[in-house]
Structure formats: structure tokens, C-alpha cells
């Protein structure tokens, strides 16, 4: 199976930063992997889709980068909307792998 | 608009079983494969099964390989999991989802609410 590796687990950031999250594939899975969203209490939201694609209705201060078995998650400006686990997915497979999440909060 | 609607879920014994369902509306349920996925309390996303648009394709983690069934009514908008042989580590939420792309290699774009199966003697 295709271990998703995140990082960093929790991320402490202000509105307004920059800020990266990575997803570390223990094989290549191409540019087969998408970013979710998940706030406490609700289902998770695509965000990013084939490694660099915005999902419609999406802000474009998120973006995604990679392919191989590296990818990150970029959010250029953080807004209070943001604060929220966030989850790399690889879907090169049937068997499709989540990371471990990323938790962003408020600094 | 898309919606998924799960139930189902409730308290059920150790080694007991439960069945699940996703009511779907919004798109055509027939040309896209469909997938649960479970998220323990306060844990991450764990993907448990996906189904063809069929239903003749199924997959499974090995942590439910033998134990769970999914299964789709194209004719009633449904998909289906069927849990057998429960234990406690199959405490969490059940969400269903959907491919985003009528391939079956696509990501999960629309998700149910959830339902929450607890195995608790």
C-alpha cells in the first residue's frame, strides 16, 4: 500500500502568513493526489485535485505543487476562514491513502 | 445540487453488525464510483471501500477485507455498507463520498455528513 506522510502535524500561524504543508508519497503516484479541508464537526472539502488544480468556487490563495512522491499545499495569505485540518489524498490506486493531517491553527 | 445523506449508524455490540446507506441526489448516481470513509473520534481519514458504478468492481482496506460488503441500487440512488463482525476499533464516523470524475481513479469531491458507528459492549 501507498503511505501518505504529512508535515508538519500542527501548524501555529497568523491571519495574513504564508504557509506550506507537505505530503511525502512512499512511492510515485504521478500528479494522482488531492488536498481536503475538514473543520470540526463537518465532512472534508476538496480544495486541490491532480497535484495543482483548484477546485471550482475554490479562493486562489490556495495552490498545489508536486508530482513524484512530493507535493505541497500552499495557502498565500492565511484568513480566519482557514484555520482547519487539512488532508493530503492519493488516489493513483484503488486503494487510495490519506495523510495524517495537518492541523492549522491560530498563533 | 449534490447531496449524500448516510444513515444507519448507531451502538452496536462487539462482534455485531450494522448496515449502512448513503441516500444520493443531485447528480446521476449511476455514472460514478463511490466510496466510504471513516474517520475515528479525534483521528484522521481512513479509506474503507469503493465500488464501480455497477457495482461489479469492489475494493477494500485490508483493516475491513473479509468482514465488510459494499454495495449500490443504481434504481434507488443508494449505496450500501454492510458491516459484519464489528469491533472496537471500527469506532468512527462512516462518511460517503463520491468520485469527482466518472473514472474510477478520480478524488472525492462531495461528502455526506457522516454517520457515527460505536462498538461498545
Sequence with gaps: DIQMTQSPSTLSASVGDRVTITCRASQSISSWLAWSQQKPGKAPKL??????????????RFSGSGSGTEFTLTISSLQPDDFATYYCQQYNSYSRTFGQGTKVEIK | EVQLVESGGGLVQPGGSLRLSCAASGFTFSSYAMSWVRQAPGKGLEWVSTISTSGGSTYYADS??????????????????????????????????????????????????????????
Design chain 1, 47 to 60: 480544495l486541490i485535485y491532480k497535484a495543482s488544480s483548484l477546485e471550482s468556487g475554490v479562493p486562489s
Design chain 2, 64 to 121: 475491513v477485507k473479509g468482514r465488510f460488503t459494499i454495495s449500490r441500487d443504481n434504481s434507488k440512488n443508494t449505496l450500501y455498507l454492510q458491516m459484519n463482525s464489528l469491533r472496537a476499533e471500527d469506532t468512527a464516523v462512516y462518511y460517503c463520498a463520491k468520485n469527482r470524475d466518472t473514472a474510477m481513479v478520480s478524488p472525492l469531491d462531495y461528502w455526506g455528513q457522516g454517520t457515527l458507528v460505536t462498538v461498545s459492549s
